[in-house]
């Protein structure tokens, strides 16, 4: 009974490199969402997606990318890795209708 | 505007009191629902109770009720007989199902809230 599976728990970068967050969910849910969450602030949405091979922006996308081309997997790409990107990020899915997000346990990620 | 805004961000409760944490909302949109989720130290997010705009009694889920006041859009979090394992950051968050915009929640800034024995 998995649910979310995020790898890595935590990760290092240096400024300009880049790297793959994965997300995999095993609830056949249509509905994935990639979410950011700085130091006593709550989580903001970076990217979504409503099914596979569609994807689309959400409130902070820019320095990020995402693809879908199954339903269950949903990975957040890091292209030039900059300071601003250190937060913890987390993977969400949800059923239809108005089911809850289920999260991931975060991936905590710092650029020095 | 904030479209969720928590006021408290924290708040120190006995044990076995009963705790409110406060939520007000900012949606134009007529179909809505609003999510309460509860972060522990450990940082997991955890589903724990949902109202939808539409629904005419308040959700409960066994020690959490939500006091959801539609004309003054507002979405409390009720925890009853509070225990030591309730101490966590609580968000609360809302998802617009006509706002046009990005699905996804949107969440307010969090109460971090400490039980005392």
């Known amino acids: 009974n998995a649910g979310v599976t995020q790898t890595p728990k935590f990760r290092i970068l240096k400024i300009g490199q880049s790297m793959t967050l994965q997300c995999a969910q095993d609830?056949?849910?249509?509905?994935m969402y990639w979410y950011r969450q700085d130091p006593g602030m709550g989580l903001k949405l970076i990217y979504y997606?409503?099914?596979?091979?569609?994807?689309d922006k959400g409130e902070v996308p820019n320095g990020y990318n995402v693809s879908r081309s199954t339903t269950e997997d949903f990975p957040l790409r890091l292209e030039l890795a900059a300071p601003s990107q250190t937060s913890v990020y987390f993977c969400?899915?949800?059923?239809?209708?108005?089911?809850?997000?289920?999260f991931g346990d975060g991936t905590r990620l710092s650029i020095l | 505007a904030q479209k969720i805004t928590q006021t408290q961000p924290g708040m120190f409760v006995q044990e076995k009191e009963a705790v409110t944490l406060d939520c007000t909302y900012d949606?134009?949109?007529?179909?809505?629902?609003l999510f309460w989720y509860k972060q522990p130290s450990s940082g997991e997010m955890i589903f724990l109770i949902y109202?939808?705009?539409?629904?005419?009694q308040n959700a409960t889920e066994g020690r959490y009720s939500l006091n959801f006041q539609k004309a003054r859009k507002s979405a409390n979090l009720v925890i009853s007989a509070s225990q030591l394992g309730d101490s966590a950051m609580y968000f609360c968050?809302?998802?617009?199902?006509?706002?046009?915009?990005?699905?996804?929640?949107?969440f307010g800034k969090g109460t971090h809230l400490i039980i005392q024995p």
């Open positions: 969400a899915s949800r059923g239809g209708g108005g089911q809850p997000q289920h």
């Open positions: 609830m056949n849910h249509n509905y």
């Open positions: 997606s409503v099914g596979a091979g569609i994807t």
């Open positions: 949606t134009s949109d007529p179909s809505y629902g």
């Open positions: 109202q939808g705009s539409y629904d005419q």
């Open positions: 968050a809302m998802r617009e199902w006509n706002g046009g915009g990005a699905d996804g929640l949107t």
